[in-house]
């Protein structure tokens, strides 16, 4: 009996807070209820981000990603804005192509620039934890036909990316930009020399 007693009353309080509570959302004003569905947002905002972010850092441990650029940056400070379909580093495996172009000029590769096709001969990956933090990539890169190992450093965030080419003599060159997977670079592909 006491058993029935308080089966009767646990169902007859919980149906009683149960409308309480919804009327206490209805309630909200439309201040609190933009508040929070801006929380909302921003939190789908932060998930997303995640996951791309994810997304990009396994490509990069994979091997098998593409750097477009759209700014350039020279050792003196100047900055120049470069077309992201043939200005790009591809990394596919050991394997890797740099290319650089310049709107309006007939370079070596057919696109205003030149293209290099080599080897990774050098690739350390060190993962962010989270996308505010960035991950980073040194790497060294043999040309063929060309003397010399490029170093390249990139580091990257969900959206952003920069990467520093310095050369044997010490000349730098920064690159922003962003990582893209190999199927979504849309880049073109001059000639290459060697």
Known sequence: MKQIILIISVLFFAGAVMPVTAQNDQNLSTKEQRKLEKKA?????????????????QLVKDTAFV???????SNGGASFSVN????????????????????????????GGATFDGE?????????????????????FRPRGVGGLPYISISFF??????????????????DGEIKSIQDAGVFKGNTLF
């Open 120 to 140: 990774v001969v050098k690739y350390d990956f060190s993962p962010a934890e989270n996308p505010n933090k960035g991950g980073n990539l040194d790497m060294m």
């Open 158 to 175: 969900a959206n952003s990316a920069t990467m520093n080419l310095t050369l044997d003599n010490g000349d730098r060159i920064t690159l």
């Open 41 to 57: 947002k921003k939190e789908a905002r932060a998930a997303a981000e995640n996951e791309a972010f994810e997304k990009l850092q």
């Open 67 to 73: 750097f477009v650029a759209n700014r350039l940056r």
């Open 84 to 111: 992201p379909s043939v200005n790009f580093l591809a990394v596919h495996g050991k394997n890797a192509t740099y290319q650089f172009a310049f709107q309006g000029l007939v370079g070596w590769n057919g696109v």
